[in-house]
């Protein structure tokens, strides 16, 4: 099958979240399974050059319609660890994707509605006629809608599958969109059965066009697709689902397991594997001496992730004063777009600095996050919600016990170790709670710092039966091909 994926992240090259780890993963697995994968992606110019081979232009002269004229384009193409992507370029005074950053623009939606129609009409003039289209969130919302809308008597058979990694982003604008990207059409758009907004009634939603023009649409865990019909997890996109259910489902994230490999990772000192553990604890010194922690007979528990309101930074920061007090080591690797969170992070910095059991590294460091969830003890994810959630399947494959909440993927994949129902002992993997009050959250760490002093023998166990499970694209990677395979034209 010939598989185009069109995103606006890419791991490792554009990589702001689990988006960008998804989008390599799921094309690396599709293309071992003997299948042509082609990604599109912008050419933004802070990404990270040092991961693409070969970069050339590949389609030098695209001219993409916009408004009433179009915009000068260049195409160039090459390889991100083997994976084929097309980044667009486009030359316009609005400077798109030259903005230093991918996301946080006053003008996203009209960067990404132009996205979407550079990368139809890159795949029309270059003559790409894929099988399939995947795309992801709201940024390509747009595309099934004017693959539909404008392309299809160009381009003929293309089918799309809609991934829907975040409901709380969904794109919004008014009716420059239309004017912008040629679909036009006013009245035609703004009906309530195609793009407009569920509860503003002047706005187009990207998200909902999405849902509502591709063949198949899936979120990133069965739990959060069951959370998005039937709570206000969905943020109003809840009828929408239910409108469309027949086509709809959760398909779990995989971790790619060749990027995440504690027998082979180029980032972390010391190899080890679930038989031979004890290069785990030698990258836990490396780590202590890499941030300047003590080196003690301590537990060390990390949080790595975005600061933001979505991980629920107030248990974040109140796990990071309880560890400390209960004895333990705790590192924390993470980046915030809001200017509040971030600024208390900061000041949270600046109060600990002398304390040799914590260390709080600010800004975005793939390298040394590899290093953290080999070295760390635990992994804490107190995500007030959480579609799929990576962070805690990363950290079983490096041995890391993850104490969560039980929200969205988090329940798909964590199971407690004391009360879990549905799994016997041997296949329970971490520390789950549910209330978002400090109590829960504190009986939870009491219980894993426990084990880790009391019954260490018992730990390591947690530890290996995490590391038993396989959270690789092997099962999702055969769900979504079954799911290509039931909507592509035949
Ligand atoms: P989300 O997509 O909501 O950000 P996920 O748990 O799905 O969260 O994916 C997060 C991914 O981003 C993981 O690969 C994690 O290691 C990585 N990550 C998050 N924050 C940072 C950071 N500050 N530095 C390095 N990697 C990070």
């Given amino acids: 099958m010939y598989i185009v994926q069109i995103a606006s992240e890419c791991a490792p090259v554009i990589k702001a979240g689990g988006l960008g780890d998804v989008v390599y993963g799921l094309s690396r ?36 319609p916009w408004y009433g004229g179009a915009i000068h384009c260049s195409v160039y193409c090459g390889w991100v660890y083997g994976r084929l992507c097309f980044f667009i370029e486009p030359h316009s005074p609005d400077n798109f994707f030259n903005r230093h950053c991918y996301y946080g623009c006053d003008d996203d939606n ?138 709809f489902r959760g398909v779990l994230n995989g971790i790619d397991y060749e990027v995440w490999n504690p027998e082979r990772d180029r980032y972390i000192p010391h190899s080890y594997t679930k038989e031979k553990l004890e290069g785990k604890a030698k990258n836990k010194q490396a780590l202590r001496e890499r941030l300047l922690l003590r080196d003690v007979d301590k537990p060390l528990i990390c949080f790595i992730g975005r600061l933001d309101d979505q991980k629920g930074v107030h248990l974040v920061h109140h796990a990071i004063y309880y560890a400390l007090e209960k004895g333990a080591q705790f590192v924390l690797l993470g980046s915030a777009t809001e200017a509040g969170i971030n600024n208390h992070f900061w000041h949270e910095k600046e109060v600990l600095n002398d304390n040799p059991d914590v260390h709080l590294e600010l800004g975005f460091n793939e390298e040394l996050s590899h290093l953290i969830y080999a070295g760390s003890d635990m992994i804490v994810v107190p995500s007030n919600y959480e579609p799929c959630g990576l962070t805690q399947m990363i950290g079983f494959r490096y041995g890391t016990v993850p104490i969560v909440r039980g929200v969205g993927g988090l329940v798909n994949t964590v199971f407690d170790r004391d009360y879990d129902e549905n799994h016997l002992p041997e296949q329970r993997n971490g520390y789950v709670f549910y209330d978002t009050d400090f109590h829960a959250l504190e009986s939870t760490i009491d219980r894993a710092i426990g084990l880790w002093y009391n019954s260490p023998e018992e730990f390591r166990q947690l530890a290996i039966q995490g590391m038993n499970y396989d959270y690789s694209w092997n099962y999702p990677g055969k769900d979504y091909l079954e799911i290509y395979e039931s909507i592509r034209h035949k």
């Fill in 29 to 64: 697995d599709l293309e071992s399974r003997g299948h042509t994968v082609e990604l599109i992606l912008p050419k933004y110019d802070c990404m990270r050059y040092d991961h693409i081979w070969g970069l050339h232009d590949a389609y030098k002269d695209l001219w993409v």
């Fill in 110 to 247: 009209m960067r990404f509605a132009f996205f979407s129609k550079a990368a139809l009409e890159f795949l029309h003039k270059s003559n790409k006629r894929p099988d399939v289209i995947h795309c992801h969130d709201w940024q390509t919302g747009l595309v099934p809608v004017m693959l539909f809308e404008n392309y299809k008597y160009d381009m003929g058979l293309q089918r799309v599958c809609y991934t829907i990694h975040n409901f709380k982003h969904q794109g919004m604008g008014g009716s420059e969109v239309l004017w912008a990207t040629g679909l036009n059409q006013e009245a035609y758009f703004f009906q309530y059965d195609r793009l407009r907004d569920n509860f503003n009634p002047f706005a187009l939603n990207f998200m909902k066009g999405g849902i509502v023009y591709s063949n198949y649409v899936t979120t990133v865990s069965p739990h959060h697709a069951w959370e998005a019909c039937y709570t206000p997890i969905g943020y109003g996109l809840g009828h929408t689902l239910h409108t469309h259910q027949s086509k």
